[in-house]
């Protein structure tokens, strides 16, 4: 044990580390140490906090980890009002500012052009070098004060590094969320069955808003500096002033340039239209600001913004194509979205077929009518959407839109809930769309946790009539022969054309040689990204690739010498080149260069056209019947042409090569596994059936609050309302819900089924007692690496187990814990890249305890 004025020291020295560390890898991205080693480091700190509490200071590098909740944020007065900017989506505004400017001051002026970051603006107080405040914009003249959040953002300093910074000042940024860190926490939440956020921006001004800073730290938010107020500043103007920021450890992004000319200006804007692109976060323009404080001053303020800059917008992309009808799709909820059907429209690089409508208020308000010339764009969201009507092009015949009654699934009639844009259908337990989400609910890996019943082969299920309720499924095992070779094409709910990955267009038509296997394939995706560059391969590039001999009868020598031979001659590279940049595409190839690629005889680029229109996948044209096809526009003979095409035995093969993205069967194979794992999820304990009941308000927590509380569901059905209320943290939607939900005789009568079936009800007398500890490790995987220092690998696969969390043998970025042992094998550096947190054994045992 350390004496005080040891551990004091100790504190210091390992605060400084990190803290060094800390900028080292988030501020510079040059990381010196491993993850590994930064996260002992940070234990020991905090280890020493928690001994000698006096000595733990409100900067240290261990507070990053949030704790603090914060029920309502202080309003605090800004100090120097938070003004916005003008902006402008006019490159004429841009020189008509450049002019303005020159006009008022009489000598030389210098722009600084910065990317303009689409994150929250956030406002940082510092004095005496350590981090005071962290305010929001609000209305600009008082914030929210959310200190403990932003102190979680690790490319915040907390203490200033270098020196010559004033004793006071303000620093302004924007708080922002990379592209990375956004899609990691999307997965996340949709796994949880959480609805994802729009972008970026709206998750980290989601994030900085939560009242928990622990869980704002686990959002990985990063916050780019970019203005600076306050008195005895080093320079007299802006950018050797930022410069200066960043050494005293902020976050500045590099690309910022000085521009003197209207020309330089440009060239910086038009550069960033493209290259934003490239970047790990969002940008939505570009600031040009005067470089001197003293003509800054000289240009002063309007009411609202500096006179001394401005923001040029990129626009967003859009563009015009006609509605062809409205469908309105019912979720699992209930609820139901109008989505536009348009006539396919490139935008920003992809073939947009349908877009949201959002809901009946909307309609109403643009007034969108079938027959309709709509704009659609795409902005920071997922689905792009319809803004606007340009109502000169509008047919003279075209009627009102009126939002449907009905569900258009089951004709229940729909309702609205006051206060509520959406409609919703409260058919729940017939409803088609809503039966389905259920099953999907119900057999999650959080829930029954059954293997092998993807989304789709619950819909071929359904539409088979095989799969109505939950007790269906554990009535399958009498259907055994009928399975086999059951199959459905699968439109996914995308809102664009499914595009085929490139490394099973060359697997499918075997580009390069005639016996290429799907590994390399990918290998070949994986090298050469694009099948322009494969077409430039070197025989050396080959040997170093294709490694892998799928057919024994020949070696891989004399493959990569037919890819070689095959690549050499020049029809074939005449042949690849005419796909041109449709073979660069990172995000797949679409339906019409898989046509083009076919080479129908007969078949004009107009047919292509139709063809795409009318279908999504070539597997659905490949079955199309000559009337179906003529009935679309194709003429007699093509359509003959285009279906013997498709009987020749090669071209069957090809497409089954090609659309395993698109057909859901079942083989003997995943049958049994299914089957096998129904038969496995009967073991599953209480509290996990509660929940994949799907009872509204029911989630993980709360389902086994309630399994605790009740120990079995007889005596949760019997239950009072009361006696619901009267269990903590139990309120009163959860207790209406409830009882509403085994009100329903429908829902008795399944759960009977059910526990025919014999699917735990009760809960087990040992297990009620460990529930708190099962709690910890519910749903999370584990891996090992190494050679752990009591435990054998068996053993700890089996705690993991008996705590109800799950032993893998594989990284990835699903992964929870890496339980790291003596000599760690490649495992630790994968899961370092991942973020996956990574544990000792004591660390492991100590969660078990729960301590
Ligand atoms: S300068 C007094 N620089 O965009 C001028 N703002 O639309 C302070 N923004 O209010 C702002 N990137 O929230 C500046 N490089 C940048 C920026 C930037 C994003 C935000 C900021 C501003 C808003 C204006």
Redesign the pocket.
Known sequence: MLKPDQAKNRIEELSKELNEHNYRYYVLSEPVISDYDFDMKMKELGDLEAVFPQFSSPDSPTKRVGGEITKEFRQVKHEYP????G?TYSKQEVVDFINRVKKVISGDVEFVC??????V?IGLRYENGKLAMGVT?GDGEQGDDVTANIKTIRSVPLKLHGAGFPEKFEI???VMMTRDAFDKLNEAKIENGDQPFANPRNAASGSLKMQDSAEVSKRNLDC?L??LNGENLPHNNHYDNIQECRRWGFKIPKFMAKCRTIDEIFEFINNWEHERRQLNFD?DGV?I?VNSYTQQQELGFTAK??RW?I?YKYAAESASTRLLSIDYQVGRTGAVTPVANLEPVLLAGTTVKRASLHNADIIKKLDVRIGDTVFVEKGGEIIPKITGVDLNLRPANAIETVFIKNCPECETPLIRAEGEAAYYCPNDTGCPPQIKGKLEHFISRKAMDIEGLGEGTIVLLFDKDYLKKFSDLYELNRYKKELIGLEKVIIPDTYELPKVPLEKVIFAFRIGYNGLSLKNSNAIVKHFKSLANYSKATYTDLEEIIDFQGNKSISVERIREKIYEYLKNPFNQEYLKSFGSDFEREDGISLETIIRLLNIPGVTETDIKILIKNFDYIYLISKASVEELMKIGIELDISEKVNNFFKDKKVIDWISKLNTLSITSIQEKSRDNLLLSIENSKERAFHYVLYALGIRYVGETVAKKLAHEFGSIDRLMNTSFDDLLSVPDIGLSIANSVIDYFKNPLNRDEIGKLKKHGLKFEIEETLRSNQIADSVFNGKSFIVTGTLPTLSREEAKKMIEENGGRFVSSVSSKTDFLILGESPGSKLIKAQKLGVKIINETEFLNLIKNE
């Open positions: 938070m003004m916005s900017l902006n910065e990317l303009k970051y689409d994150g603006a914009r302004r940024g924007e780019f970019y203005h940008i600031v600001k913004s500096p800059a923001a």
